[in-house]
């Protein structure tokens, strides 16, 4: 059985004591044939990253759609129409983008895997000194960089993966890569978060709920509950990537700055363009 080891988190506190522990742990997992936890099965660097990104997509989107109308004077049921329509159909393409690039990036990964060994195999002289002049590149002595690419060259799968770090800049493939699952995660979260700032509109709908959702309360209720939702995904998004002291806050300002500024632009232009057309022009105006 592993046993579990934060490194990460040994860092975020710059905890020299800890981070030692952690790798003592992950020595004792790999000395029994355990993954190290940092590199296998860890949701914090495959579906939550696709679940913030793609959340963070989805509300400042509908955020933008729903200012921007506004700012036109449309009704309510045409902020709610439209912010759906393009709420679903916007997550559907991202959902698919995120799923075909992914793919595409697997494909091409291991049809470089393939072409790697396929010269290894035909060449593998050439591939040693190609890694040699790698590593004389890089400032080590041509004894030492013969010395650890010839014994490197012994074990062929060891010596595949790391030609495709150095020679191609790019990692060997992921046995357990889903795009379908990454397409369907970014696409779900897309929808969810992006439906925040509807939220408000959509109470106003219940019974008797107009006289407390008056169209500014609603607007200003949208705003809110959509700045709070963009700063706690920044935070997130932060303690996802980044591993400083107070990271968490300054992520979560910096989405919630970028998600006000797209709103106020949105809001700006349809302002604008309901002063250029007439009122009466305009379906669904008031």
């Not at 800890?18 to 742990?25: D, F, G, N, Y």
């Not at 700012?71 to 159909?89: D, Q």
């Amino acid at each position: 059985m592993s046993l579990c080891a934060d490194p990460r988190k040994a860092f975020t506190n710059r905890d020299v004591e800890a981070s030692k522990k952690a790798h003592e742990v992950r020595l004792h997992n790999l000395e029994h044939g355990e993954p190290l936890e940092e590199n296998h099965g860890n949701i914090a660097s495959t579906y939550l990253k696709s679940v913030v990104y793609g959340g963070l997509d989805g509300i400042i989107t509908t955020f933008a759609t729903v200012t921007s109308v506004a700012g036109a004077h449309f009704s309510s049921i045409v902020i709610i129409v439209l912010g759906i329509s393009h709420l679903l159909a916007d997550g559907l393409s991202m959902g698919f983008g995120d799923a075909l690039s992914t793919q595409a990036e697997i494909d091409y990964n291991k049809s470089e895997r393939k072409r790697e060994k396929w010269e290894m195999q035909n060449n593998m002289q050439g591939e040693i000194d190609e890694m040699i002049a790698i590593y004389l590149q890089k400032g080590i002595s041509k004894e030492d960089a013969q010395t650890m690419i010839n014994i490197l060259a012994k074990y062929p799968d060891a010596f595949l993966d790391h030609m495709m770090v150095e020679e191609l800049s790019l990692m060997p493939p992921d046995e357990d890569d889903n795009p379908v699952k990454d397409g369907a995660v970014t696409m779900a979260s897309f929808v969810i978060f992006g439906s925040v700032p509807l939220m408000p509109y959509l109470l106003a709908l219940l019974p008797g709920a107009h006289k407390v959702f008056t169209e500014e309360v609603t607007l200003w209720s949208a705003v809110v509950l959509t700045i709070v939702t963009l700063f706690a995904l920044g935070a997130l998004k932060s303690a996802i990537v980044e591993h400083g002291h107070n990271a968490w806050w300054r992520g979560g300002l910096q989405i919630a700055i970028n998600g006000t500024i797209a709103a106020v632009v949105g809001w700006a232009v349809g302002a604008g363009l309901s002063a250029i057309v007439p009122e009466a022009d305009i379906p669904g105006a008031g």
